[in-house]
């Protein structure tokens, strides 16, 4: 039992002679800490300046939730909980020596009676976390396929030197117990557990021993500090949290436009326009901050379309590939311009480069908030305005565009046709600002699914009385096409001249129903200086739902549906509950979700220009998708996509024994079951 008028404290250098070494340790373990610091702040200031999101649009709030709480790690396996304990077991620790050293250097008291036993407790469970935290981390790290061995294997490393600074610390710990007995050890149960593993040490033995393991805790500590900034395993715990909080609440930043009046200067002198991230010396500041805070997890590979199908690209090698580039390129002295990105490093080569669908499956998985899409898109960008190379179905696709305005390739008859078929007004009959533009985007010569789903949409809002009409003019597509195969200055001149007939026609509102117009018009027209505001399709019904305007009678038979999220819908724009909140309303259908849905939805792979371009070598994400959309044993499956759909009618036609599944539109679903007959 404790002497009630015995002092709980304990000598805070006992048995340690020369403190003076330790300290001058600590001194140039900072020194190498804060040089390793500099080096990289200085890497990330000799980028190209990049926009900053105002105070307001900072993510800062959900940043410290999210570090606190780890929450972006939810529906993971076990990692949020380990990284959750070797986080607040290295703080912790962190925190306690800083004030180890504080109470050494004459303030006493720190280190006496009550704060005593608070420190020591916090150390000992903190340790002991550190510790658990590890084991399961080491457990777990198991699980890698053998592609992932490399980064396991460094990953294992940096578990295990920490694994060996706890366990120091506790020996040091346990033999202080064990040699000079300590009233207070209640405290640190884990210090006196540890404590019993010692045999009798005869003599000077036991402080002998109690030194080397001193000294060897010490030496590991400070080496593992100041090798903080160099490794990327540690350092993303400076950097991660500023480029998070980099990343805008919503919604999520498109990429960048190109200056459109630099664009449009006749002869600019060479290097005076950014085109895209063609050379090391174009990323930006904010991109080199992302190389940075990258620490090289993986996650970010595990829903990636292109990696899972066993393409070339791989998102986190390219990061850590495009990252030695830039700092290759810097040590080197090499002037910019010398050696393209896009074929100087063994990740980024044209077939990755050209493998991405712009899913942001990558970003959405990944923990330090790094935005892979806007560097690729700027990457093509680079290539396809540079130097005029792209795969030569794209190159076709753009042609198409800039000849017709519609990347088939296809005449305006087919579009002009259907609106005058269904009786459509080309001007507003109410008042303009009222009266919804709606918004057809480009027909494909023989499709017969958009004309449909477009049909469906009539019918729906004549049901409803909703005023709306489609012009004659634009007939031209979005310029999305242009705008992910590279061809900025394409998209912008199309961009320009939708926004222009958008505004002359009087719209307030504009009416979408395709995921990647959608996109654009909302998020990159007002970029170009549009005004009109962009209403989803989903979000409408859902609304006229809400008001109990829109009732259905539903299905005679029930309707096992499974939904598929776009990615331009449900991770780019967020909108996943209404497209399914309006199926669910419908009576007869029995809504399912596939394993992987919402913004963790697996893409089907038409996006990044592969609607236009087949690069798929053997396996194609469409069929990855459509086995695991079987596997819930659905009779429909509802998408909101026309290049999903044609993604899983094909994916579905070359199954060798196709089983009876409808893929329709969800906007079909709502047409059958409200006006009542087939769309
Ligand atoms: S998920 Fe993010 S942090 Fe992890 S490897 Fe990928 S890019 Fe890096
Ligand atoms: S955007 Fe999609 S395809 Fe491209 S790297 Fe990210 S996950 Fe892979």
Not at 627 to 644: K, M, N
Request: some cysteine; aromatic content about 10%; charged content about 20%.
């Amino acid at each position: 039992m404790p002497d009630m008028f015995d002092t709980p404290t304990r000598e805070i250098f006992w048995q340690v002679s020369h403190q003076w070494v330790f300290y001058s340790l600590a001194f140039v373990t900072s020194v190498v800490f804060l040089w390793g610091l500099l080096k990289s702040v200085r890497f990330i200031r000799r980028g190209t300046a990049s926009s900053v999101p105002s105070i307001k649009k900072l993510g800062i709030g959900p940043t410290i939730k999210d570090i606190l709480s780890h929450r972006s790690l939810v529906g993971e396996d076990t990692s949020r909980y380990w990284h959750l304990l070797l986080f607040y077991g290295f703080v912790l620790l962190f925190l306690v020596t800083c004030y180890l050293m504080l109470a050494h250097y004459g303030c006493e008291d720190l280190f006496t009676g009550a704060p005593y036993l608070f420190i020591t407790l916090v150390a000992d469970l903190a340790g002991a976390g550190l510790m658990l935290g590890v084991l399961v981390a080491l457990i777990m790290s198991r699980q890698g396929t053998s592609s992932e061995r490399e980064r396991i294997r460094a990953k294992r490393g940096m578990l295990l030197l920490l694994g060996v600074v706890c366990l120091t610390g506790f020996f040091v710990e346990g033999l202080r117990i064990h040699i000079k007995g300590d009233t207070w050890q209640a405290w640190s149960p884990v210090g006196a557990a540890a404590s019993r593993l010692f045999p009798s040490l005869p003599g000077s033995d036991g402080p002998r021993l109690f030194k080397v393991f001193w000294w060897l805790h010490a030496l590991l500590a400070l080496g593992l500090l100041a090798w903080i900034p160099r490794s990327p395993r540690l350092r993303h715990m400076l950097f991660l949290p500023f480029n998070r909080a980099m990343v805008p609440v919503e919604p999520r930043s498109p990429t960048p436009l190109v200056d459109p009046h630099s664009l449009r200067r006749s002869n600019p002198p060479p290097g005076s326009v950014r085109l895209g991230l063609e050379t090391a010396s174009d990323a930006t500041h904010r991109q080199r901050l992302g190389l940075l805070a990258c620490m090289e997890c993986g996650r970010c590979e595990r829903l990636c379309p292109a990696f899972q199908t066993g393409q070339s690209l791989t998102p986190r090698q390219y990061l850590r590939d495009l990252r030695e580039y830039v700092g290759q390129c810097e040590q080197q002295g090499r002037p910019p311009g010398v050696e393209p990105v896009a074929s100087a490093t063994q990740a980024i080569t044209p077939s990755s480069l050209w493998a991405c669908r712009l899913c942001r499956a990558c970003e959405e998985l990944c923990p330090a908030g790094i935005e892979h899409v806007p560097q690729l898109v700027e990457i093509r960008r680079a290539e396809v305005l540079g130097h005029g190379r792209l795969p030569d179905e794209g190159a076709g696709a753009l042609r198409n565009l800039a000849r017709t305005g519609n990347p088939y390739g296809a005449s305006p008859v087919e579009r002009t046709s259907w609106i005058q078929d269904q009786r459509i007004p080309d001007h507003p009959s109410h008042d303009s600002g009222k009266a919804l533009f709606l918004w057809t985007g480009c027909f494909q010569p023989g499709d017969e699914q958009k004309p449909r789903v477009l049909s469906c949409l009539v019918a729906l809002l004549r049901e409803f009385e909703v005023p709306f009409f489609i012009p004659q003019e634009p007939t031209s597509c979005c310029g999305d096409p242009a705008r992910i195969l590279g061809e900025e200055d394409l998209f912008q001149t199309i961009a320009g001249e939708q926004i222009q007939s958008i505004e002359a026609s009087g719209a307030e509102r504009v009416l979408v129903h395709c995921p990647h117009c959608y996109t654009v018009l909302k998020d990159v027209y007002p970029l170009l200086g549009a005004r009109f505001s962009v209403i989803h399709t989903s979000e409408f019904f859902q609304g006229l739902i809400r008001e109990k305007k829109l009732q259905s009678k539903g299905f005679p038979h029930t309707k096992s549906v499974v939904y598929h999220d776009p990615c331009f819908l449900g991770r780019y724009q967020e909108i996943v509950a209404p497209p399914r909140g309006i199926l669910a309303s419908l009576p007869g259908i029995e809504l399912r979700d596939p394993p992987r849905s919402g913004k963790q939805a697996y893409c089907c792979g038409a996006g990044g220009g592969h609607f236009f371009m087949d690069l798929d070598l053997e396996e194609r994400p469409s069929s990855q998708r459509l086995e695991e959309i079987l596997s819930r044993e659905p009779d429909t499956l509802a998408v909101s996509c026309g290049f999903c759909f044609s993604m899983f009618d094909d994916a579905l036609r070359r199954l060798p024994d196709p089983p009876s599944l409808r893929v329709a539109d969800w906007l079909e679903l709502l047409m059958e079951a409200t006006v009542g007959q087939k769309g």
